[in-house]
């Protein structure tokens, strides 16, 4: 994994084998980013995407073993309970062009990865809501600089 500061945004090449949420919380962290946009494409396998439940109040996740394109990743950076956590949204394709998307849970890159981690000013929070049964943002107490 390689990542290089380039203007505000920090450039991101994931190699065969990393570990696609992880490498993106500890990138977050060697920046220094507590609020950011995420963006990325590239080729990944053993991937395990959600679905929330809201009823249930829980993920269904889904594994997919074999190699898939990354079609689009879009999420963000932010801090829950003091530690980054990246929340990330992603598209997928196989052999056969069949499109399958949902939560990113994680994938390993199988071919690359590239992602742009776009720094937003200030730090985002993410605190529960009981009603839904997730973490979200809490903008109410935003600390921009």
Request: charged share 25%.
């Amino acid at each position: 994994m390689e990542s290089k500061l380039i203007g505000r945004r920090v450039v991101v090449s994931l190699e065969r084998g990393d570990r696609v949420v992880a490498s993106l919380k500890e990138v977050a962290h060697n920046h220094e980013l507590t609020a950011a946009s995420i963006s990325g494409i590239g080729g990944i396998n053993d991937v395990t995407v959600a679905y929330y439940n809201l009823y249930e109040k829980r993920y269904i996740e889904q594994n997919f073993s074999e190699t898939y394109e990354l079609l689009s990743c879009d999420g963000n950076v932010a801090m829950k309970d003091g530690e980054h956590f990246i929340h990330t949204h992603v598209s997928i394709a196989d052999v056969n062009y069949q499109v399958y998307g949902g939560h990113l849970m994680e994938a390993t890159v199988a071919i690359v990865g590239e992602f742009v981690l776009d720094p937003i000013d200030g730090a985002i929070a993410r605190l529960m809501n009981d009603e839904i049964g997730l973490a979200v943002w809490n903008l109410e107490e935003m600390n921009s600089d």
